[in-house]
C-alpha cells in the first residue's frame, strides 16, 4: 500500500516559480520502486490533464506540451520524492496538482495523492 503526499503549492505572481513534492512511503516496508510517476493536474470545471512523467529507475522524462520548457520533473530515488519545478508561471497554469504512481508497465497509475492547490494571479 503506497502513500503518496503532495506539498509545496501555494499562491504566486505570473512569471514566477513553484516547486512541487510528492512524497512517497509504503505501508509494507518494502521499497519504493514503480515504474514511472507522473504529476496531473485539474482547474476548476476541467478534466483532469497529464502535466509530467518520469521513469523511476532511468530518469526518463516526458511533458505535456502546455508546460514544456516552463515545467521540469525530477525524483530521488534515495528520498522516494518526486519533484516538479514549475517556472514561468501563467493564470491558466492555477489547478490542483496531483501526484502518481504507476506500479507496473501495464497497471497504469494507480496511486495517487491528495494534491495541493497552485494558484497563479495575473
Known amino acids: 500500500q503506497v502513500q503518496l503526499v503532495e506539498s509545496g503549492g501555494g499562491l504566486v505572481q505570473a512569471g514566477g516559480s513553484l516547486r512541487l513534492s510528492c512524497a512517497a512511503s509504503d505501508a509494507s516496508g518494502r521499497s519504493f520502486g514503480p515504474i514511472a510517476m507522473g504529476w496531473f493536474r485539474q482547474a476548476p470545471g476541467k478534466e483532469r490533464e497529464f502535466v509530467a512523467r518520469i521513469w523511476w529507475t532511468d530518469g526518463f522524462t516526458m511533458y505535456a506540451d502546455p508546460v514544456k520548457g516552463r515545467f521540469t520533473i525530477s525524483r530521488d530515488n534515495a528520498k522516494k520524492t518526486m519533484y516538479l519545478q514549475m517556472n514561468s508561471l501563467k493564470p491558466e497554469d492555477t489547478a490542483v496538482y496531483s501526484c502518481?504512481?504507476?506500479?507496473?508497465?501495464?497497471?497504469?497509475?494507480?496511486?495517487w495523492g491528495q494534491g495541493t492547490q497552485v494558484t497563479v494571479s495575473s
Open positions: 502518481a504512481a504507476a506500479p507496473g508497465s501495464t497497471t497504469g497509475y494507480r496511486d
